[in-house]
C-alpha cells in the first residue's frame, strides 16, 4: 500500500498566497518554475533569493522567510521578467506586493501610508519602498 503524503497545490500556502494574488493582481499559481525570469534579471547577481524563488517560496507559504531576504528589495522595477514570463505573470508586481506585506501594507490595504511608519522606520526604509508605495502598482 502507498502510504505517501500528497499535498494539494492549492492548500500550500493558500492564505499568503491570497494575500500576494490579491494585492498584486497575479495568479502565482499559474507559475510553473520555468526560470526566464530569473535568467534576465539584470539585478540576479544581487540578490539572495532568485524572481522564480520568491515566487516558489510565496507559493510553498514561506511568508516570514520570504519577507525576510533582501531580494524583495534588490528589484528595480526595469518590468524585464514580465516580458520574459511565458504565463504572464507580472513578477514585478508580486515583487512590489512582498515589499508591502514586509512593510505592513497586508491583506486590508494595497498600499503603504509613508507618513505612518516612524521616523525611525522611515531612516532605514530603502528608498525602493517608498517608491513602491507611492504608486499602485508597477506597470
Not at 500528497?6 to 493558500?14: K, W
Not at 493582481?25 to 526560470?35: E, F, P, T
Not at 534576465?40 to 520568491?54: E, F, K, R, S
Request: proline share 4%; glycine share 6%; hydrophobic share 40%.
Amino acid at each position: 500500500m502507498d502510504t505517501t503524503l500528497r499535498i494539494n497545490s492549492a492548500q500550500v500556502g493558500s492564505s499568503f498566497v491570497a494575500q500576494i494574488e490579491k494585492i498584486s493582481g497575479q495568479k502565482l499559481l499559474a507559475c510553473y518554475q520555468c526560470g526566464k525570469c530569473s535568467a534576465g534579471c539584470p539585478m540576479a547577481a544581487y540578490m539572495d533569493v532568485l524572481p522564480n524563488q520568491m515566487i516558489r517560496m510565496a507559493q510553498l507559504g514561506m511568508r516570514q522567510q520570504l519577507l525576510e531576504t533582501r531580494a524583495i528589495w534588490m528589484c528595480v522595477s526595469c518590468l524585464t521578467c514580465n516580458s520574459r514570463c511565458p504565463k504572464g505573470i507580472r513578477i514585478a508586481e508580486v515583487i512590489e506586493a512582498l515589499r508591502k506585506a514586509a512593510l505592513g501594507g497586508g491583506e486590508r490595504n494595497d498600499h503603504l501610508e509613508i507618513m505612518e511608519l516612524s521616523p525611525e522606520a522611515r531612516s532605514v526604509l530603502p528608498p525602493i519602498a517608498t517608491i513602491s508605495a507611492l504608486r499602485k502598482l508597477t506597470s
